[in-house]
C-alpha cells in the first residue's frame, strides 16, 4: 500500500502522541499534519498545545479552517456509521477529520473507536481516507526502521508506559501480523 504523505490528526491522537519521547517520528513518515479547527478547539493542555505550535514553527504543520461543507459531510459520516449498531459513537470532530482526508486523499490519525471501525467495515467508502491509530503508526514506524529497538513489542511498551495509553495483546498481535512483523 502507498501511504499519503499528509496526515489529519484528532485530538485523542494528538494528546496521545504528544506524551511520547519520540513524537518527531511522525515527520519521518510524513511530510505535512493538518488539524481542523474543532479538533483544534478540543486541545488545551499544555503539553499538546506546545508541541502543535514547535510542529507549526516547523512547517510540519497547518490548521484547516472550519467549512460548512466540511461540516456537512462530517454530519452525514455520522449519520451512516449510526446505521451500522457495530460502529461506536463518531464525535464531530473526528467525522471532520474522515471528511478531510477523504477530500484530499490523507491518512487519519486517531484513537477514535467509531472512526477506526467504520474504515474497518467499509473502508471502500472512505477512499482514498486511510485510518490508522498510534498502533499501526507504531508499526509502521518499525518495519520501516524509522522507531528502532530490540522488538515491535519493546517499541509497543515504551510507548505504552510514556503515554499512559495501553493496547489489548491482542490488538499487538493483530496489528503485528499485518504489518508483516508476526508471521500468522
Not at 449510526?82 to 464531530?92: A, F, G, S, V
Not at 508499526?139 to 513489542?153: K, M, W
Not at 505504552?160 to 489489548?168: G, L, N
Request: aromatic share 8%; glycine share 4%; charged share 25%.
Amino acid at each position: 500500500m502507498s501511504l499519503p504523505s499528509v496526515c489529519v490528526l484528532d485530538a485523542c491522537f494528538i494528546i496521545d502522541w504528544t506524551r511520547w519521547s519520540r513524537r518527531d517520528l511522525l515527520w519521518k513518515v510524513f511530510s505535512l499534519g493538518i488539524v481542523p479547527e474543532p479538533v483544534m478547539r478540543e486541545i488545551s493542555t499544555p503539553q499538546p498545545l506546545r508541541v502543535l505550535r514547535e510542529w507549526m514553527s516547523a512547517g510540519f504543520l497547518t490548521v484547516h479552517p472550519s467549512s460548512r461543507d466540511l461540516e456537512d459531510e462530517a454530519l452525514r459520516l455520522i449519520v451512516e456509521a449510526r446505521r451500522n449498531p457495530r460502529i461506536p459513537r463518531i464525535d464531530p470532530p473526528e467525522a471532520v477529520c474522515v471528511a478531510l482526508a477523504r477530500r484530499i486523499g490523507a491518512v487519519v490519525l486517531s484513537e477514535n473507536r467509531g472512526v477506526i471501525r467504520a474504515y474497518e467495515a467499509a473502508g471502500e467508502s472512505l477512499a482514498p481516507a486511510i485510518v490508522w491509530n498510534s498502533l499501526r503508526l507504531l508499526a509502521h514506524l518499525y518495519v520501516t526502521g524509522a522507531a528502532t529497538s530490540g522488538s515491535f513489542e519493546e517499541v509497543v511498551a515504551e510507548y505504552e508506559q510514556e503515554t499512559k495509553h495501553a493496547f489489548s495483546r491482542r490488538e499487538v498481535v493483530r496489528v503485528a501480523r499485518e504489518f508483516g512483523i508476526l508471521q500468522a
